[in-house]
């Protein structure tokens, strides 16, 4: 008899990302690019609600992907080609994006079920024999995603506000899944304590995915100032825009990143802080990135112009919601949330009052200089508490 080749990870070593991981991301920054320009076209109410739907379906699609390398080796050949399956219907996924809740419904609803499912299958195969406790969590998992599937294949089969409640049922089941440890009669509940991933893995799975909607925000600043003449408003925009990039990425990476990489490698419930700290909180990160994408734009376009509602709204929720994000994230690995967090959502707050009344740009730097006070707020908070606990010797 002949033994089967394990597909899983080795842990006796921290598991790397693999070039076919970053290959696979390359999709989502397609992903990330869609879901902008769907808000940008459709900057109102209704267009707000569905992109944030869309992006919870793709962070979620994208987030189980990060579980299932975090346990499999990726090199492996057929995991190789499982991947690039799995990018082929992540493609007409985000492809689909712009008219999900038009006449591509059904190819959006096709392309996340099967990416779900499929990806459960392989795993759940690769456990078999191998790890019990996880095989045992996978069936409950796959329990979860085909009934949501049947929601999202039937939605993507119906129109309308048929569509959208068939949707948020499957949606809903997928989020709530990891908060119930996916309990299933006859099968029992999951514990995170089960979920043996490699935390260091999970962390920088996730900050790669933070510098591809950071990406998208570059992009959109680039592209956008590329085909406007120089004028000194479009200059002016295109700076304070880039600027606002340089804080989102300072705030995040300056000091939570690598404390909450140390926290989750060496905490002995890894899977608790891959759920909570990377799976739900990191949802508020990207989408203020996303919603200062679109505001860049907007400020670049149109820096001098009568403010409109939309976005007022867009250029104070994006670095709000930026925020928000990161003030959960690290309170994760700190005693308090961070001062300089809470402030700096003080001063967005403060300024929703006079906004109708500034212009894109005035509005847009004002913004950016509330991120730039954060990072050094942060940043000199941080090195002075560092002094304090390790004095220099005298």
């Known amino acids: 008899m002949t033994t089967r080749?394990?597909?899983?990870?080795?842990?006796?070593?921290?598991a790397r990302v693999t070039n076919v991981e970053l290959f696979f991301d390359l999709v989502f920054v397609f992903a990330v690019t869609q879901l902008s320009h769907t808000l940008l076209?459709?900057?109102?109410?209704?267009?707000?609600?569905?992109?944030?739907?869309?992006?919870?379906a793709v962070w979620w699609v994208w987030m189980y992907t990060c579980w299932f390398t975090n346990w499999i080796d990726p090199d492996r050949p057929s995991v190789r080609m499982m991947m690039f399956a799995l990018?082929?219907?992540?493609?007409?996924?985000?492809?689909?994006?712009?008219?999900?809740?038009?006449?591509?419904?059904?190819?959006?609803?096709?392309?996340?079920?099967?990416?779900?499912?499929?990806?459960?299958?392989?795993?759940?195969?690769?456990?078999?024999?191998?790890?019990?406790?996880n095989f045992r969590n996978f069936q409950r998992i796959l329990c979860w995603l085909l009934v949501s599937a049947v929601f999202w294949l039937m939605g993507g089969l119906a129109h309308g506000a048929t569509r959208v409640s068939l949707w948020v049922i499957a949606l809903g089941i997928e989020c709530l899944g990891p908060i119930a440890y996916f309990f299933v009669p006859g099968l029992g509940r999951s514990s995170t304590q089960d979920w043996k991933i490699d935390g260091g893995h999970m962390a920088e799975r996730?900050?790669?995915f933070v510098i591809i909607a950071l990406g998208e925000s570059i992009l959109v600043t680039g592209a956008t100032a590329a085909r406007l003449p120089a004028t000194a408003g479009t200059l002016?925009?295109?700076?304070?825009?880039?600027?606002?990039?340089?804080?989102?990425?300072?705030?995040?990476?300056?000091?939570?990143?690598?404390?909450?990489?140390?926290?989750?490698?060496?905490?002995?419930?890894?899977?608790?802080?891959?759920?909570?700290?990377?799976?739900?909180?990191?949802?508020?990160?990207?989408?203020?990135?996303?919603?200062c994408a679109v505001a860049d734009e907007l400020t670049i376009a149109h820096p001098g112009e009568h403010m409109e509602a939309g976005a007022a709204i867009t250029l104070l929720g994006g670095p709000a919601l930026y925020l928000l994000g990161n003030v959960f994230f690290k309170r994760a690995s700190a005693k308090y949330y961070p001062l300089s967090h809470l402030v700096g959502l003080g001063l967005l707050l403060l300024l929703a009052p006079v906004a109708m009344f500034l212009t894109p740009l005035a509005l847009g730097a004002a913004t950016t200089a509330v991120l730039i006070v954060v990072a050094i707020w942060e940043t000199r908070s941080f090195a002075a508490g560092q002094k304090a606990e390790h004095p220099p010797p005298h």
């Open 236 to 291: 002016a925009a295109f700076v304070a825009a880039f600027l606002g990039s340089v804080a989102m990425w300072w705030i995040y990476f300056n000091i939570g990143a690598e404390r909450n990489t140390r926290l989750i490698m060496s905490s002995s419930d890894s899977g608790r802080l891959g759920r909570s700290v990377y799976t739900y909180f990191h949802i508020p990160i990207v989408a203020g990135i996303v919603v």
């Open 87 to 133: 990018m082929l219907a992540g493609l007409a996924l985000s492809a689909s994006i712009p008219h999900a809740f038009e006449e591509q419904g059904l190819v959006f609803a096709s392309a996340y079920a099967f990416m779900q499912v499929s990806r459960t299958l392989f795993l759940l195969r690769a456990l078999h024999g191998r790890d019990h406790a």
């Open 206 to 208: 996730c900050a790669l």
């Open 5 to 14: 080749t394990s597909l899983l990870r080795s842990r006796d070593s921290h």
């Open 41 to 56: 076209e459709h900057l109102n109410v209704a267009g707000a609600l569905q992109t944030l739907f869309l992006l919870l």
